[in-house]
């Protein structure tokens, strides 16, 4: 089985991407599961299950949704492997712009969109710098120049990525992407002992556990304070 | 460079020797707050494990995305292998897998290329497989090769060079920018310095092609459609990295499309156009015919159809005359148009 982890922000178009590009390889005989990692709701899975597509969904409710994937993607991956996929895709809303869900030797792809503004290429942090493909959308309805100008913006922050424009809903650079998706020599036995491209912080404060109460007294754990006299 | 040589220069250091490395630094926020005139080891040594972590910074990561940057940039700027001068298909197969029936079909830049069939008859994937630069790889199994050679995969991959620009009905701006600031925008994400006379280049090409003229401290968003088509085209031509522009249909409104053609060939660009309007079709020097997914006829425009374009130019003139005077208020009369 391959493993592919997929990320980007909220309604960048990673799920209508994975949809084009897994009809691209079901027509290659190849079977595609899916598994969707998000905070409190998704009905992602409701849109795999319509396209015929197996699929997990994973709620992280009140933690981060990537420390919560870490904790629970081995397990999803040994569910893959009964299944017999040839590909198992996990799509990440990527929530948590300090985190992100790549692991060192599994591919990692992150989906962006070209509507989302020029400085966020530079706000997304490890999500963006540490992919190894970066699949941009949404290119059918910004002009050229902005294209251009986001493709740059993505460049510099990830210089060593395949870049890639998407249209998540015509599918045009779908086959594309589907083609680097899956690759037969790789075989994935078992998640087990690999490791992170990057370390999660321990973002544990009492508020990432639920507190909802104001003041110093409820405050616990990992908290820092602003320097509000030299700000 | 050498990692050691690189890590005993200081970010203004470098960027003083390559312009270019200004908008990888600008994305390093773990470094927003420390000197830049101090070099990158110094810098490094002033890096806790809590403000690394803070700025999910890595030491050698970083490192070696900026040496990734550097040698990427080095090798595409005024870079001669990356010129196209010819683009070229060798033929693949249609739906049927029949054999598509042409040896080699060649695009030149300053030239114009038609593309008819109907919908769904495979241009996208004609295009597709142009701005993939397919190797057999594809559905079609068709070639691209450009300057009669194997392309570079840098054509495929890299977010730096694309071969294709495209130009479609859809399209539109979304960045809150004047005109100016947005052009000096898209000129510094391509390296060009002193873009001042090349954003009044750009702005008085579109104003020639818009009916009505804008001012250059316009709002993007605020120009109407024709002067937005006006400027993405001279943007396109004199502006864009890719060497092939691809145009979706040009709507009839408000821009002067012969003039828009003119514009992107002289600039030396590859135009496909993508149109079943003959006043278009026939300003292209070959057409390609599209047919049950693949390249059907490749025909040569006449000699008579030259001829029959300047007589349908001058009845599309006389209709927006036409225009023009109902707009005015006046009364229609028949020999306007014979
Ligand atoms: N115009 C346009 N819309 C897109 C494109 N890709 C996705 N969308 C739309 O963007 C919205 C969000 O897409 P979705 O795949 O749900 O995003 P996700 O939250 O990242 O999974 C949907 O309405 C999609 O139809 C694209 O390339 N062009
Ligand atoms: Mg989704
Ligand atoms: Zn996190
Ligand atoms: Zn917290």
């Given at each position: 089985m391959n493993l592919v982890t997929i990320s980007g922000p909220p309604s960048s178009g990673k799920t209508a991407v994975i949809l084009k590009a897994a009809e691209n390889l079901k027509k290659r005989g190849l079977k595609v599961g899916a598994v969707k990692f998000d905070c409190l709701h998704t009905d992602d899975d409701l849109a795999y299950e319509k396209a015929g597509i197996p699929v997990k969904k994973g709620l992280s409710g009140s933690l981060c949704p990537d420390h919560y994937f870490v904790s629970n993607i081995e397990a999803v991956a040994a569910w893959g492997m009964e299944e017999g996929f040839d590909l198992l895709v996990s799509e990440s809303a990527g929530l948590c712009n300090r985190c992100s869900p790549y692991i060192k030797e599994i591919k990692a792809v992150c989906v962006i969109d070209n509507l989302s503004g020029i400085n966020t290429p530079r706000k997304i942090g490890p999500m963006l710098r540490m992919a190894d493909i970066v699949v941009i959308t949404k290119g059918d309805i910004v002009s050229q120049a902005e294209r251009e100008v986001f493709a740059a913006g993505v460049y510099a922050v990830n210089p060593g990525a395949v870049i890639m424009h998407v249209n998540g809903l015509t599918g045009q650079g779908a086959y594309e992407l589907s083609t680097l998706l899956f690759d037969e020599r790789t075989k994935l036995?078992?998640?087990?002992g690999k490791k992170l491209r990057f370390s999660m912080p321990s973002a544990l404060c009492s508020y990432c556990l639920g507190e909802t109460r104001i003041g110093e007294s409820y405050q616990m754990g990992n908290v820092r304070k602003m320097d509000i006299k030299n700000n | 460079m050498t990692q050691r040589e690189i890590l005993q220069q200081s970010p203004q250091a470098l960027i003083e020797k390559y312009p270019f490395l200004s908008a990888f630094f600008e994305g390093q926020h773990w470094m927003s707050k420390l000197n830049p005139e101090q070099s990158l080891a110094d810098l490094f040594a002033l890096i806790d494990d809590e403000h690394a972590e803070d700025h999910a910074f890595d030491v050698q990561e970083f490192i070696s995305q900026l040496m990734d940057f550097i040698a990427e940039m080095k090798a595409f700027i005024g870079n001669e292998t990356f010129q196209v001068h010819q683009l070229s298909i060798l033929p693949g197969t249609n739906k049927s897998g029949e054999p598509e029936g042409f040896e080699k079909l060649v695009f030149e830049p300053r030239t114009i290329t038609s593309i008819v069939g109907p919908?769904?008859?495979g241009k996208s994937r004609l295009l597709a497989d142009i701005e993939w630069v397919a190797q057999g790889d594809t559905q079609t199994q068709r070639r691209i090769l450009i300057n009669e050679e194997l392309p570079d995969n840098a054509w495929r991959f890299s977010g730096n060079r694309k071969l294709v620009a495209q130009l479609s009905q859809n399209m539109n701006f979304v960045m809150d920018l004047t005109v100016t600031e947005f052009l000096a925008l898209h000129a510094k994400s391509r390296m060009v310095t002193d873009s001042g006379d090349l954003i009044m280049r750009i702005i008085s090409a579109a104003n020639e092609l818009a009916g009505e003229k804008f001012s250059p401290d316009t709002a993007i968003t605020a120009l109407s459609g024709g002067q937005s088509r006006a400027l993405m085209i001279a943007d396109t031509a004199l502006l864009s990295q890719s060497p092939v522009v691809l145009i979706d249909e040009i709507e009839n409104a408000g821009i002067d499309r012969k003039k828009a053609l003119e514009i992107l060939t002289g600039e030396d660009k590859i135009v496909l156009m993508a149109t079943h309007d003959p006043l278009l079709a026939l300003m292209a020097d070959q057409r390609i015919v599209i047919k049950n997914g693949g390249i059907h006829r490749i025909i040569k425009t006449s000699a008579e159809e030259r001829t029959l374009l300047s007589e349908l130019e001058k009845a599309d003139l006389k209709q927006q005359q036409m225009r023009t005077a109902l707009r005015s208020g006046a009364v229609l009369q028949r020999d306007m148009y014979l």
């Amino acid at each position: 089985m391959n493993l592919v982890t997929i990320s980007g922000p909220p309604s960048s178009g990673k799920t209508a991407v994975i949809l084009k590009a897994a009809e691209n390889l079901k027509k290659r005989g190849l079977k595609v599961g899916a598994v969707k990692f998000d905070c409190l709701h998704t009905d992602d899975d409701l849109a795999y299950e319509k396209a015929g597509i197996p699929v997990k969904k994973g709620l992280s409710g009140s933690l981060c949704p990537d420390h919560y994937f870490v904790s629970n993607i081995e397990a999803v991956a040994a569910w893959g492997m009964e299944e017999g996929f040839d590909l198992l895709v996990s799509e990440s809303a990527g929530l948590c712009n300090r985190c992100s869900p790549y692991i060192k030797e599994i591919k990692a792809v992150c989906v962006i969109d070209n509507l989302s503004g020029i400085n966020t290429p530079r706000k997304i942090g490890p999500m963006l710098r540490m992919a190894d493909i970066v699949v941009i959308t949404k290119g059918d309805i910004v002009s050229q120049a902005e294209r251009e100008v986001f493709a740059a913006g993505v460049y510099a922050v990830n210089p060593g990525a395949v870049i890639m424009h998407v249209n998540g809903l015509t599918g045009q650079g779908a086959y594309e992407l589907s083609t680097l998706l899956f690759d037969e020599r790789t075989k994935l036995d078992t998640l087990k002992g690999k490791k992170l491209r990057f370390s999660m912080p321990s973002a544990l404060c009492s508020y990432c556990l639920g507190e909802t109460r104001i003041g110093e007294s409820y405050q616990m754990g990992n908290v820092r304070k602003m320097d509000i006299k030299n700000n | 460079m050498t990692q050691r040589e690189i890590l005993q220069q200081s970010p203004q250091a470098l960027i003083e020797k390559y312009p270019f490395l200004s908008a990888f630094f600008e994305g390093q926020h773990w470094m927003s707050k420390l000197n830049p005139e101090q070099s990158l080891a110094d810098l490094f040594a002033l890096i806790d494990d809590e403000h690394a972590e803070d700025h999910a910074f890595d030491v050698q990561e970083f490192i070696s995305q900026l040496m990734d940057f550097i040698a990427e940039m080095k090798a595409f700027i005024g870079n001669e292998t990356f010129q196209v001068h010819q683009l070229s298909i060798l033929p693949g197969t249609n739906k049927s897998g029949e054999p598509e029936g042409f040896e080699k079909l060649v695009f030149e830049p300053r030239t114009i290329t038609s593309i008819v069939g109907p919908t769904g008859s495979g241009k996208s994937r004609l295009l597709a497989d142009i701005e993939w630069v397919a190797q057999g790889d594809t559905q079609t199994q068709r070639r691209i090769l450009i300057n009669e050679e194997l392309p570079d995969n840098a054509w495929r991959f890299s977010g730096n060079r694309k071969l294709v620009a495209q130009l479609s009905q859809n399209m539109n701006f979304v960045m809150d920018l004047t005109v100016t600031e947005f052009l000096a925008l898209h000129a510094k994400s391509r390296m060009v310095t002193d873009s001042g006379d090349l954003i009044m280049r750009i702005i008085s090409a579109a104003n020639e092609l818009a009916g009505e003229k804008f001012s250059p401290d316009t709002a993007i968003t605020a120009l109407s459609g024709g002067q937005s088509r006006a400027l993405m085209i001279a943007d396109t031509a004199l502006l864009s990295q890719s060497p092939v522009v691809l145009i979706d249909e040009i709507e009839n409104a408000g821009i002067d499309r012969k003039k828009a053609l003119e514009i992107l060939t002289g600039e030396d660009k590859i135009v496909l156009m993508a149109t079943h309007d003959p006043l278009l079709a026939l300003m292209a020097d070959q057409r390609i015919v599209i047919k049950n997914g693949g390249i059907h006829r490749i025909i040569k425009t006449s000699a008579e159809e030259r001829t029959l374009l300047s007589e349908l130019e001058k009845a599309d003139l006389k209709q927006q005359q036409m225009r023009t005077a109902l707009r005015s208020g006046a009364v229609l009369q028949r020999d306007m148009y014979l």
